[in-house]
């Protein structure tokens, strides 16, 4: 098979080099140790695309659209190719890797380290992992099986292993090479290669010959040398139809074995004689490109022109490369294959085992050809080395054999998710061995798991709750949590020791502070959590069990499905499950919420767990004010909003303020009041290191509203997280639990704020019925001042209606009680300011501009303030509040404006009073006298028994004055507009009318259409 080399070209600086073909064979990559991956577009590339990694890049694997590679910062990174995003970090060692590799699917990355291990991970969850352990010096190569279920790596302990994957056991080892104490020093890379297709064979290089092992019964069944070659053999790959094999040598030797025939078909000689340290066969089998250890790199091209007689190719070689992308051929092996059975022309009969979709392309070749020899008759020319006919052409064709009958359908739906695996929020990958156990708003627990110490380190936040503590943790502790009473621990189950719990009951008043729990022997824990006053434990026998903190089996409960993990506060219990099986890379999770105490009962009962699309759950857990969230791999942090039937809300997306696609937050908090969220940075990982110790970093909260750059779209996201972010007060005290009276009132005097700017803004805008709306929304005081501002401004049927709405509130108030009517009272004083905001609208100081911010002009030389609805009165100073949680918000813009004509201020004074108001100035004084202990808010109450003691007719004999100022004041204002029917008027007739409480006073002016509430408080 005659083919042209290619001149040599550079493409890295001296040392170490590796390449690969993309999958397409369109770009081959290479890495070196100059510390860059560079993307050639063909070997005349002069300008390839190259990659920064690290200082040392020492191996690199090309799968799909992710590219891996092996720095010498002791990471497995993962990159997107072509673009060359950064996109995490795989796994860590403690020393370099040596060698990565992908599986045939794409979707697990092996690595080998110096370190001695070899770690299997799987790609889209990094913390699936698995380590193979048994290796005595560092790892010199690792190669996957093309079934996925077997592992083979090459060791400086001169020792070749197969592994099994899942059990993660030794299947064979043979002492083959020579033994070093580092890669550095070895003779020989020793790159492992399993054939294509089957994996019948695997390919050792041991000197300078090339050994191949069979597959299952291990024994070594062939040798490829070549007498012209006698340096050691560095690096050895499979073409992708599996019959040939090259080789690369440390003396530059390039060989090209047939394996059917033993035969060397091609040798080449490195032009200087550099040692070969890269091979990689493109995708077509056309070309052979190699790198050597000076950075140079070459290509063999034309080897899939030669007309040489070729021995027949199996079955499997001719499909290899067409089976890249099937999903429905990865991890096909012998123990879950059909049966194979012999295709010929008179086996008719079994034609029922094959598997055939409808377009006539067989997706599983193994039902098909009854064993490894099998050829596909019609489309395969004899060859000797099969059939051993030496006189049979090479170009005889076998007459066709019976048709493939499609008779079973074969599923070409989506595809199931694989769940995923149960893990404890708050802590790290259970593979590190250093790593966080837990990390909450009590403490952190730290594990270490190395030779030197196998020991856990609990650290408290706040001192005060407890010293730290070092425990040893001889069994094998995995997961943890800590409260303010105690550290739970537990570790998995062993063939000796059962799965047993730990607790740490630090907060206890007696000496024995300490209990421990085995489990029975067929149940394992998988997740745990801690609250206010018990311990709860979920196992793999779909059991929750749970513990008094003392230790006392409380309840058992069976789970709807296998947990994913737990979390705790208080007297709630959180719990996500496998509900069922996800499809198209979706988890479907449950969840329910439990609530434990005097009365037991469930808040949340089997109700799906929202995620975004083709994601997983990454965190779990309640604010520090008791309200359950979560956060997804995709950064999206959702709350429950308890007020709209426990419903979840996306409140903020960690994703938008990450730089790269590799960074991430690693979430360790939520508080409600302030509105934080406390997480770790993640420079290109998902999971921060234990040392050097990581910093807290806050983010803020943000709604997905649209329209959130405008003003209203500001306002509107700013009260919807107001609202969300302050239900707990609400369930806090139906719960029996104490609430902070100010902070509860600071919030509605939030919410309360922003409703009033949005109908102002509403207004300027001349949106009428988009203010009816938002007064819906506010208290029936601030309703008034909104009728206030309407009238001012001259929208007449806007105070209308305004007014209908306040009357509605007003009966809702009475209805409700006494005791709301003393908090609506309460709020009335502490919103005071409110009135002065409208009466600085109307007059001139305040103007609301057509974005909707405020600004002022002070005749009296006064200070600028940051916001005017903050200028308010109050027994106590309030300290001002911010409407965004974010450091950046800004005040309103404050600006002067035009004076207005002195006839129309003249006309205009300030509201008139009501009658309880005037009522109040003339017995302020005797009320004092009788009793002067009196704070105001006591002098109001007093007041207003004393006011409610009055006859109808006293009352009303106290309030005509104002009602008739009023009347006068309204037509007035009237007169002010272009067209003023009503010029004629100037004492209309008046219809008072009462509410049964005495309380509130409609007047009715007939002949001007207006309709005013006034409030006697």
């Known amino acids: 098979m005659p083919c042209e080399r290619k001149p040599m070209r550079y493409g890295h600086s001296e040392g170490h080099t590796e390449i690969c073909f993309d999958d397409s064979g369109k770009f081959f990559v290479t890495c070196g140790a100059d510390g860059d991956v560079r993307i050639w577009d063909g070997l005349d590339d002069d300008d390839p695309k190259f990659i920064t990694v690290g200082e040392k890049v020492y191996s690199l694997a090309l799968k799909k659209d992710k590219l891996v590679t092996a720095s010498s910062n002791n990471t497995v990174q993962i990159h997107t190719f072509p673009d060359g995003d950064p996109d995490g970090i795989l796994t860590r060692f403690t020393t370099n890797a040596t060698h990565v590799t992908f599986n045939h699917s794409g979707s697990r990355v092996a690595a080998g380290s110096s370190d001695f291990m070899v770690k299997v991970v799987e790609v889209s969850d990094s913390s699936q992992q698995k380590t193979l352990r048994g290796h005595e010096a560092p790892v010199l190569s690792v190669a996957f099986d093309p079934k996925d279920d077997l592992l083979a790596s090459a060791s400086c302990d001169g020792s070749v292993v197969v592994w099994n994957i899942e059990e993660q056991t030794q299947v064979i080892s043979w002492p083959l090479l020579q033994k070093t104490n580092d890669v ?11 054939q294509p297709g089957a994996g019948k064979f695997l390919a050792v290089p041991v000197e300078s010959k090339v050994h191949l092992y069979e597959r299952g019964s291990w024994n070594h069944v062939s040798t490829l040398s070549d007498d012209l070659l006698t340096q050691l053999i560095n690096v050895v790959s499979w073409s992708p139809c599996g019959q040939f094999l090259a080789a690369g040598s440390v003396g530059g030797s390039l060989n090209v074995w047939d394996v059917n025939s033993k035969l060397c078909v091609e040798r080449y000689k490195h032009e200087k004689g550099f040692t070969v340290c890269g091979l990689a066969w493109h995708p077509s089998g056309s070309q052979i490109a190699y790198t050597d250890t000076e950075g140079r790199l070459g290509l063999l091209d034309g080897l899939g022109t030669s007309t040489t007689k070729k021995p027949a190719k199996d079955y499997d070689d001719l499909f290899d490369d067409d089976d890249d992308d099937r999903v429905m051929d990865e991890g096909l092996s012998d123990t879950n294959s059909p049966v194979k059975k012999a295709v010929t022309g008179n086996d008719d009969d079994d034609d029922d085992d ?20 099998s050829l596909d008759t019609g489309s395969l020319r004899l060859g000797q080395d099969k059939f051993g006919d030496d006189d049979d052409t090479g170009s005889a064709v076998i007459p066709a054999a019976a048709p493939l009958v499609p008779l079973r359908p074969v599923y070409e739906g989506p595809m199931p998710t694989p769940p995923q695996k149960a893990f404890q929020p708050g802590s790290t990958p259970a593979h590190l061995t250093h790593r966080f156990m837990m990390w909450n708003s009590v403490g952190i627990v730290r594990g270490y798991n190395d030779e030197q110490d196998n020991a856990i380190d609990v650290e408290f936040h706040d001192s005060a709750v407890h010293h730290a503590m070092h425990l040893t943790n001889s069994l094998g502790h995995t997961m943890a949590d800590l409260s303010q009473e105690a550290v739970l621990l537990a570790c998995p189950s062993t063939d000796e020791l059962a799965s047993k719990l730990q607790c740490l009951h ?53 789970l709807p499905g296998p ?25 479907a999770l449950g969840v329910q919420l439990l609530q434990f105490g005097r009365r037991k009962r469930q808040l949340i009962n089997c109700e799906p767990l929202p995620l975004s699309r083709k994601s997983h759950l990454s965190w779990l857990g309640f604010t520090a004010e008791g309200t359950p969230c979560f956060v997804d791999s995709e950064g999206v942090v959702r709350m429950l909003n308890r007020s709209l039937g426990n419903t979840w809300t996306p409140v903020c997306n960690t994703r938008e303020t990450c730089k790269s696609k590799s960074d991430h937050y690693w979430v360790v908090g ?24 990581p910093a807290v970093a806050i983010l803020p909260f943000k709604l997905p509203l649209c329209q959130t750059t405008t003003e209203k779209g500001q306002m509107e996201e700013q009260f919807l997280r107001s609202s969300l972010f302050h239900n707990h007060y609400s369930f806090l005290s139906t719960s029996g639990y104490e609430i902070d009276e100010d902070g509860l009132s600071r919030s509605q005097k939030e919410q309360q704020e922003l409703l009033m700017k949005m109908f102002a803004l509403s207004c300027k805008l001349e949106r009428e019925f988009r203010c009816v709306e938002l007064a819906q929304l506010m208290t029936q005081s601030v309703v008034t001042l909104a009728i206030r501002y309407a009238s001012r401004s001259r929208r007449m049927a806007l105070a209308e209606r305004l007014s209908e709405i306040a009357l509605e509130k007003a009966n809702q108030i009475q209805e409700e009680g006494p005791e709301e009517e003393e908090a609506e009272l309460e709020y009335t004083r502490r919103t005071s300011g409110l009135t002065r905001f409208v ?25 600028r303030v940051t916001n005017i609805l903050d200028n308010m009165t109050s027994s106590k100073k309030l300290s001002p509040l911010s ?10 813009v404050l600006k002067p404006l035009a004076p207005r004509p002195k006839s129309k201020v003249k006309i205009l004074k300030p509201w008139p009073k009501t009658g309880f108001q005037l009522w109040l100035e003339e017995n302020r004084k005797s009320i004092t006298a009788d009793q002067p202990d009196l704070e105001e808010t006591d002098i109001i109450k007093e007041a207003m028994g004393r006011f409610r003691a009055l006859t109808a007719e006293e009352r009303l004999r106290k309030t005509n004055k104002e009602t ?16 003023n029917p009503f010029l004629d008027t100037v004492q209309p007739d008046l219809c008072l009318t009462e509410t049964s409480d005495k309380r509130n006073v409609a007047v009715t002016e007939k002949q001007l259409g207006v309709t005013t509430l006034l409030q006697w408080m």
């Open 184 to 194: 550095s020093n070895a003779k020989s890379l020793c790159r492992l290669a399993w």
């Open 563 to 587: 947990v994913v993990c737990l979390a705790g506060h208080g007297e709630q219990l959180l719990i996500i499950y496998h509900r069922g099986t996800g499809f198209d890379g979706e988890q």
């Open 839 to 863: 009466d600085n609208v109307w007059m001139g100081n305040v103007q609301v501009l057509g974005s909707g911010k405020l600004s002022s002009s002070s005749s009296s030389g006064q200070p």
């Open 964 to 979: 008739h100022q009023l009347v006068c004041k309204t037509a007035l204002i009237i007169s002010c507009r272009p067209i």
């Open 354 to 373: 094959f598997l055939m979709p409808a377009t006539g392309r067989v997706r599983n070749r193994g039902a098909i050809l009854d064993d490894e020899n």
């Open 670 to 693: 939520v508080h409600e009041n302030p509105q934080q969220l406390r997480c770790i940075p993640c420079k290109g990982s998902r999971y921060p290191p234990t040392l050097p110790r």
């Open 506 to 558: 630090f907060s206890s008043w007696d000496t024995n502070k300490e209990w421990m729990v085995d489990l029975p022997n067929d149940e394992d824990v998988k997740a745990l959590c801690l609250g206010q006053g018990w311990a709860a434990v979920a196992t793999d026998a779909l059991m929750l069990r749970l513990f008094s903190i003392g230790g006392v089996q409380r309840e058992i409960i069976s």
């Open 883 to 892: 409407v965004s949680a974010g450091k950046g918000s800004k005040g309103p």
